[in-house]
């Protein structure tokens, strides 16, 4: 009977031992809760949407009316920082250009009619690239001065007119304009915290043809844009 007493105490011992080892050696997330990773070498992937206005300042009011002169785009941009607060990006995207001309001037591009209301539309593939300096790690909290260039490739021209005769609307539309450029560029700069800044892009090139004899339409825009992403 003892010895039976002394290998059911000697099992039993093994067993609470073995138990308590084991718990020791179990994983334990809370351990591991405060180890942090740096982002301040990833890279960065951000989808961008932007709208704003084409203007005239410093430039000739009578060619188009602003307000109806938008400008939207979405693009996608790859950002790798190259050393503290310096960051150099890549991006790809399309953007839509609107213009509303004024009816009483000389850009009436397909005839010489005063119209209700005139419309020049045009669309481009986008490719951009420049830098970045922000003042934090966290690309979420920091403020940063972003400069660009661009180039632009057309996609799609169009230009409308709509006129009112007595109870009728008429429309009319032309697309496929041979006397816009294939392709323009230029730069903009962007201030902005976190997911939103306002930027000023500048067109370097000509939309029209030099041969087409047209009024060059006003360079500058400003607006506004929102943006997603993480490392």
Known sequence: MKQFLLLFSFLVGNLVFAQDYLIKERFDPDNFSDVKIDTASSNYHRLKSSFGLNTNINEDDELISVWGSNLFSLSYTYDRPLFKGFHWNFGIGYNWDNYRLKSRNDMMLHDSIGHDKVKFRIQYASLNTGFRLQTSKDYSTSFYLE??????????????????????????????????????????????????????????????????GYRELPRLALGITLEVGEP
Do not use: C, H, Q
Request: aromatic share 22%; glycine share 6%.
């Open 147 to 212: 400069v660009n260039g661009y180039f632009n490739v057309k996609t799609f021209t169009k230009y409308t007119t709509w006129d009112k005769l007595e109870s009728m609307k008429i429309v009319n539309s032309a697309s496929r304009l041979s006397y816009v450029n294939p392709y323009n560029y230029g730069f903009e700069a962007k201030i902005g915290y976190g997911s939103i800044s306002f930027y000023s892009r500048y067109r370097l090139s000509n939309i029209f043809d030099s041969e087409s």
